[in-house]
């Protein structure tokens, strides 16, 4: 059985269609790719899964039960984790005081939470040094760990990401993916949207390709790679032939911000 299982979602915002009838998977200790151009619906996905957005129809299974319809506070409490685009952490509390938050639904378990901060600061060391500072003084590549770690306080089974490297310098895209490596090798199952589709797909077992809204192409992270349609759009390639499926919009790894945030 699939970890995460999306079957025929659907989205919108007032007459605005976002996503249309987007099925996908996540097997327990994937890392699976999300790519799109700007306004492809990948920040909507995730917030519709996380239950931020209202899904107008279809399912999300996480581990067999529905949550299409949960609050977002009961998604993260069975095991949910999320890291949204901007990082948004709380600037005025301290590195400590936003892993407190974090954990707040294991705040009756003080001994679990004890030991969950241990390992945040073990995976990541700067954090740890700078643990007393405030939040809104930390660098970008600071905040994008503190997201992260914070949102590993509540030991997610599973962990979506948006954009986790965007406006990172290259070392810090570099180590945030290494990261990405380390925490599903610990075994937690990963969805990540990345603007940066190399490097997304050099990390991800499998993935799939929006195009406004709907699903164009999925497969594994290597065939992707290696689709023309894939290459000329994403990864710079030379020009390909128009897809079967409708053709697939052009971005860049660098691009900017779509009217859905992706």
């Known amino acids: 059985m699939a970890l995460l299982e999306v079957t025929g979602l659907d989205a919108s915002y007032g007459a605005i269609e976002a996503l249309s009838g987007v099925s996908l998977r996540v097997e327990p200790g994937e890392i699976v790719a999300i790519l799109g151009a700007n306004g492809a619906g990948k920040t909507t996905l995730l917030r519709t899964l996380t239950g931020l957005h209202r899904a107008k129809a279809g399912t999300v299974l996480l581990d067999g039960q529905d949550i299409t319809r949960r609050r977002a506070h009961d998604i993260v409490g069975m095991g949910f984790g999320h890291v949204p685009e901007g990082r948004r952490v709380f600037a005025a509390l301290e590195v400590d005081g936003n892993l407190t938050m974090g954990g707040y639904q294991s705040r009756k378990e003080p001994a679990a939470l004890a030991e969950r901060r241990r390992q945040v600061y073990e995976l990541f060391p700067r954090l740890a040094e700078r643990q007393g500072q405030l939040a809104g003084t930390l660098s970008g590549g600071e905040q994008q760990m503190l997201a992260i770690g914070r949102a590993l306080m509540n030991a997610p089974r599973f962990l979506a990401l948006d954009e986790p490297s965007l406006g990172l310098s290259p070392l810090f895209t570099r180590n945030i993916f290494k990261i990405v490596r380390r925490i599903r090798e610990q075994g937690t199952a990963v969805l990540l949207v990345e603007q940066n589709a190399r490097q997304a797909l050099r990390l991800a077992d499998r993935g799939y390709v929006l195009e406004t809204g709907r699903v164009a192409l ?42 859905d945030g992706s």
């Open 218 to 259: 999925e497969g594994p992270a290597a065939e992707l790679a290696d689709d023309p349609r894939v290459k000329a759009a994403y990864l710079g390639g030379a020009p390909a032939e128009p897809s079967p499926r409708g053709p697939v919009a052009s971005t860049s790894d660098n691009g900017g911000k779509g009217a």
